[in-house]
């Protein structure tokens, strides 16, 4: 089953654009969590029950989320903690054409000035959301892109899919989670730009305010600038 956007970015300037992923029952999650997602209702007033319930059983990094310094630095700073304007503020989403990562080559014409919220639109987008099952070559950021993105002192990082580091390069996710978030950069998974084109944008994503939290899943809306 596909998960959807929101909104339509074509239909109006001013219209905000939910590119969160809805989180629902067994859906799309990290082959290694120690379950699935298990959403689903507990009281139902279609069965006869005075309220509607439901009980949510997922892992802090379940659908759309971002990951505080803690995810992977020892006495790193929680979600909790986070500064509320991290990920409010205009922000770029920038296209990558390359189908295996992203990498320095392809950046080094994009401009990028620190302090930038970066969201990277990838073919993941178009594809891997179209199934509940996990897409293993699906688009990751380079060690080498990481360690780029940190010279340019970007402030919030952002990928179209669960992990920005690779699922098959253990190497690869530890380094570039590490790099990034101890040098002070917020990450931003799962998100689904499938809508949204290249260019400038106001992002509100704030995550739940999980206490000591590792992460936290967000809600991520953009509005065109």
């Known amino acids: 089953m596909a998960e959807k956007t929101g909104s339509n970015p074509g239909a109006n300037k001013s219209a905000w654009i939910d590119i969160t992923i809805p989180l629902r029952n067994a859906m799309v999650h990290w082959p290694e969590d ?13 069965r006869g029950d005075k309220v509607t319930m439901s009980q949510i059983n997922i892992i802090s990094h379940t659908g759309t989320h971002m990951d505080a310094p803690l995810h992977f630095i020892y006495g790193g700073g929680t979600i ?18 390359d189908t295996e990562s992203i990498k320095p080559g392809e950046l ?19 594809r891997v959301y179209q199934t509940d099952e996990f897409v293993e070559d699906y688009v990751y950021v380079s060690t ?9 002192r970007i402030r919030v990082i952002g990928l179209d899919y669960i992990s920005l580091g690779s699922h098959k390069d253990m190497p690869n996710l530890v380094e570039t989670h590490e790099t990034l978030l101890k040098n002070g950069i917020y990450i931003i998974e799962g998100i689904n730009l499938s809508g949204v084109k290249a260019g400038r944008y106001e992002l509100i994503c704030l995550p739940l305010r999980l206490e000591r939290g590792d992460a936290g899943p967000s809600r991520a809306i953009l509005r065109p600038l």
């Open 144 to 152: 080498e892109a990481a360690h780029f993105l940190v010279e340019k």
């Open 80 to 97: 909790d903690e986070m500064p509320l304007d991290t990920a409010m503020g205009p922000a770029r989403v920038i296209e990558i054409r």
């Open 34 to 46: 120690p379950v699935p997602p298990q959403i689903g209702r507990i009281l139902d007033v279609e």
């Open 108 to 126: 080094v014409d994009c401009s990028i000035q620190p302090g930038e919220r970066i969201l990277f639109k990838t073919r993941n987008s178009s």
